[in-house]
């Protein structure tokens, strides 16, 4: 399940996937100022999720068509420094995010990103606790150990202890800098066994996740 895996900056520089390079036009469909970002709806992309190079693709198409106002968004999640890239580009250009689907795990980054944040009837936003497999963390030790320095696994451990505390800092610094409730932020991060989070949409919209939907105007 692709949100289960933590995927430090490094190592998915380095992994063998990037070798067969998404498409990651085909992610993106344009209707006049509407841009979609899709990753659930490729039919010869099953594995589809948010990588490395979306973030250009974004900012090109964005570049090209000054009209675009709001990304549409559905998809499970990715790489998430990827996402973070996506993030800043909706906050650069000031954009309205909408899900419209699902938008779980790596994917919120990008939603939280936009200026204003919606969510379709029926859809859902999904968060978890960020978690790095055995395998993963093997290779990522043999790849950099020499680089970095680490004569045994304890050093490894101790770097590993530090860079997890900055990676919490990270996303929780990113939460807050986004408008989202401090408490509802902490949640995120609760060990659920692996499943994913998925509040109800009251409760996105009292954290800060959702912008509340505008009162009807008056007759």
Known sequence: MRWT?????????????????PDHGAKFTLDETVLTFDTESIDDQPDAEIAYGDHDRLLKLLKANPDI???????????IYAAYRMADVVIDYGLTTQVDGVCASAC?????GGARREMTRGSRIGFHQRTWSAADISAYYDRWRKDEGWSTLFDFASWLYVDTQH?????????LERGVDAAFA???????GGSMWYPRRAALEAAGVLTPADPPKPE
């Open 167 to 175: 990676e919490t800092y990270e996303e929780l610094q990113f939460y």
């Open 186 to 192: 902490i949640e995120t991060l609760q060990d659920r």
């Open 108 to 112: 919120a980054y990008v939603f939280l």
């Open 69 to 79: 106002d709001t990304l549409r968004l559905n998809s499970q999640g990715g790489k």
């Open 5 to 21: 895996i933590r995927c430090g900056f490094a190592l998915c520089l380095t992994a063998p996937a990037l070798a067969d390079a």
